[in-house]
């Protein structure tokens, strides 16, 4: 079964050619990703418009490369998938229209994804694929979650975030520094030249005793040290700037690295899975890779080309989804999206 997905939540427009058997893992067979990152970079972040405006020119080129990548003819498609939410509204509509368009023209069944999910199976496109069950950190842009995995659609929220999520932290205090858009990836470059130390900003909740992730006040904080730090910041002959990268993403970390080794604890199990954009961090995998070595714990990552939105996990979600049998494909292309949606709805009634 060959099954085109499609990406299009928030600001990159992602198609993916995925064939799935009825054992086995699903297998990659193309994808094709265009970021968004240069043309939002003049605004300091997203603009729902223009992005939505770009996926419509980027989609059916993309699919076009794809299947001449992978091979493959239009008409082979059995299945195709598309990111239901959450997300943008406006962004989310053009990969739902475009799914259900093509559908309706091959007369192939479609099916809504979740965005989420797909962070989440993610790590089954890896060369190391984990195995059910597991503890899932899920560090995506605007969501930081622990829960625990015990198949497809089967899942237990432990934790997750009462305001800003992890990748908020690092673009918004990016922000404050005056590194740009997209902050997350600039603040860790950064910081690489710093002191983590240098700085002693809060790790909030890191002894509530649950397992719940609030990154507010961090935020908060740096804003407060950013100021402190006046025209430092911006001198070429000081190590401010540098030194408050570092201080604020060794905060991040070490609250994402306790609570999953929480989560592992009360769980019992030893798998972990690290998925999100901010599972591409650096800093993150190296202390985690330690850590859950002293443990036994195995981890596993997605690809590094695969840790932000991309068409490939959407394709395989839906693969997997149906090879699991928990769900069903629809020749009904009336469609709507699901800005918001919480990934534990997706379990079986």
Same mark, same amino acid.
């Given at each position: 079964m060959l099954i085109l997905g499609i990406e299009s939540s928030c600001d990159e427009t992602g198609v993916a050619l995925v064939a799935s058997a009825s054992t086995g893992v699903p297998v990659l067979l193309a994808h094709a990703l265009h970021s968004q990152i240069e043309m939002h970079q003049a605004y300091g972040g997203v603009v729902p418009e223009l992005a939505s405006r770009?996926?419509?020119?980027?989609?059916?080129?993309?699919?076009?490369? *794809?299947? #001449?990548?992978?091979?493959?003819?239009? /008409? +082979?498609?059995?299945? $195709?998938?598309?990111?239901?939410?959450?997300?943008?509204?406006? /962004?989310? &509509?053009?990969?739902?229209?475009?799914?259900? #368009?093509?559908? /309706?023209?091959?007369?192939?069944?479609?099916?809504? *994804?979740?965005?989420? +999910?797909?962070?989440?199976?993610?790590?089954?496109?890896? #060369?190391?694929?984990?195995?059910?069950?597991?503890?899932?950190? &899920?560090?995506?842009?605007?969501?930081?979650?622990?829960?625990? *995995?015990?198949? $497809?659609?089967?899942?237990?929220?432990?934790?997750?975030?009462?305001?800003?999520?992890?990748?908020?932290?690092?673009?918004?205090?990016?922000?404050?520094?005056? &590194?740009?858009?997209?902050?997350?990836? #600039? &603040?860790s470059r950064l910081a690489g030249q710093g002191n983590p130390a240098a700085f002693k900003l809060p790790r909030p909740l890191l002894h509530s005793g649950d397992l719940d992730f609030s990154f507010a006040g961090l935020k908060t904080a740096v804003l407060t040290q950013a100021k402190k730090l006046g025209d430092q910041l911006n001198d070429p002959g000081s190590t401010a700037k540098a030194d408050l990268a570092a201080s604020t993403q060794a905060a991040i970390v070490e609250v994402l690295l306790k609570k999953s080794l929480a989560a592992l604890k009360s769980t019992g199990l030893k798998r972990l899975v690290v998925a999100g954009g901010v599972g591409a961090n650096r800093e993150l995998r190296d202390q985690l890779n330690a850590a859950c070595a002293k443990l036994g714990v195995r981890v596993h990552y997605p690809e590094l080309h695969l840790c932000t939105d991309n068409g490939a996990m959407i394709a395989m979600a839906a693969a997997m989804r149906l090879q699991a049998g928990v769900q069903e494909t629809s020749r009904a292309y009336a469609f709507d999206v699901k800005p918001r949606w919480p990934l534990d709805a997706l379990n079986p009634v």
């Open positions: 770009d996926h419509i020119r980027r989609v059916l080129p993309l699919t076009d490369q *794809v299947l #001449a990548d992978a091979g493959r003819a239009l /008409a +082979e498609v059995d299945v $195709v998938a598309y990111t239901r939410g959450p997300g943008l509204a406006g /962004a989310l &509509l053009v990969g739902a229209g475009v799914a259900c #368009a093509l559908g /309706a023209a091959l007369d192939r069944p479609v099916l809504g *994804v979740h965005h989420l +999910e797909g962070h989440l199976l993610s790590p089954f496109l890896s #060369a190391d694929p984990p195995e059910f069950p597991f503890v899932a950190l &899920l560090v995506s842009g605007g969501h930081t979650q622990l829960m625990r *995995v015990d198949g $497809v659609g089967r899942y237990a929220i432990l934790g997750e975030t009462i305001d800003d999520a992890a990748g908020e932290a690092f673009d918004k205090s990016a922000k404050l520094m005056g &590194l740009g858009y997209p902050g997350g990836p #600039a &603040l």
